[in-house]
């Protein structure tokens, strides 16, 4: 079962978790939290929500505050019915003895939960992250313990998440740490050139491969047979003028846009003068 289960975190989740280290009290060393997602048929789970949970440890002992767990989760499922609870998090630390204490709690919970564990303090000198999932240990008819195996996990984001992503990444090179929002042909012009950008390299890629230079990839060769079958089959001239009415669309809808906003601009002045 561990070597199946894959896990997908969203960024929300991992801003999450950082608010809630960031926000600890000095005493404590970590934070944790409950994590909620869904299953899906090819054994992945997927995060895309998560809340802390007060707790408390001392030595070898935990303290965790199951009323608030259960409240917190029931108004959760108000307004997010679909998602369920999937594992925990802890933030700060690695595992400790007191971690399969608290996953046992979760064991009740869910089926089969896992356990990430973020690197806030950064130690390795980026936010990384893992996940685990408790296997037990020991002969066929005796166990003796039980161990957190290592499972696959990676980020993934919804399209929104990502667009949120990389304006917090272009935050980072201002004074301020503010950025302003684009317009609307400014996005489709850098997302034109970084697909032009794209197709230069792999146009590059696959004259080094036919010209001997490099070996080629069996993996990658397939990835871009697949990626051409997927391009529709259309002639230059008709391309051409779907893109120019499509184009003709947005700029329609975008004068629209401009002079409605005008006009109300112009109504709540007239209002204003009478």
Not at 3 to 27: G, M, Q, W
Request: proline share 5%.
């Amino acid at each position: 079962m561990a070597n199946t289960v894959s896990v997908k975190v969203h960024p929300l989740v991992l801003f999450s978790i950082i608010d809630a280290y960031e926000r600890r009290s000095e005493e404590q060393k970590r934070v944790i939290g409950t994590l909620l997602g869904n299953y899906d048929a090819r054994n992945t789970i997927e995060i895309v929500q998560c809340f802390s949970v007060p707790h408390s440890e001392v030595e070898d002992e935990v303290a965790v505050e199951l009323d608030y767990h259960k409240n917190m989760y029931d108004l959760h499922r108000r307004s997010f019915p679909s998602h369920l609870i999937v594992g925990w998090y802890s933030g700060g630390s690695e595992i400790s003895e007191t971690s399969f204490s608290i996953h046992d709690f979760y064991a009740r919970e869910a089926k089969n939960p896992i356990h990430l564990v973020v690197d806030t303090p950064l130690r390795s000198g980026k936010l990384s992250l893992k996940a685990f999932i408790c296997a037990p240990m020991g002969t066929p008819r005796k166990q003796t313990g039980l161990m957190f195996t290592p499972i696959p996990v990676e980020i993934h984001s919804f399209n929104p998440e990502h667009v949120a992503v990389n304006a917090l990444m272009k935050g980072r090179f201002t004074r301020n740490r503010m950025i302003e929002n684009a317009a609307d042909v400014t996005l489709v012009e850098t997302a034109l050139q970084k697909m032009q950008n794209l197709l230069a390299r792999v146009v590059a890629y696959v004259d080094e491969v036919l010209s001997g230079r490099i070996p080629g990839d069996p993996k990658i060769g397939r990835s871009l047979s697949k990626l051409v079958e997927t391009v529709p089959q259309i002639p230059q001239d008709e391309l051409e003028t779907m893109l120019n009415g499509n184009t003709n669309d947005v700029l329609m809808v975008i004068y629209l846009s401009n002079l409605l906003k005008t006009q109300l601009m112009l109504n709540e002045k007239l209002n204003t003068l009478s």
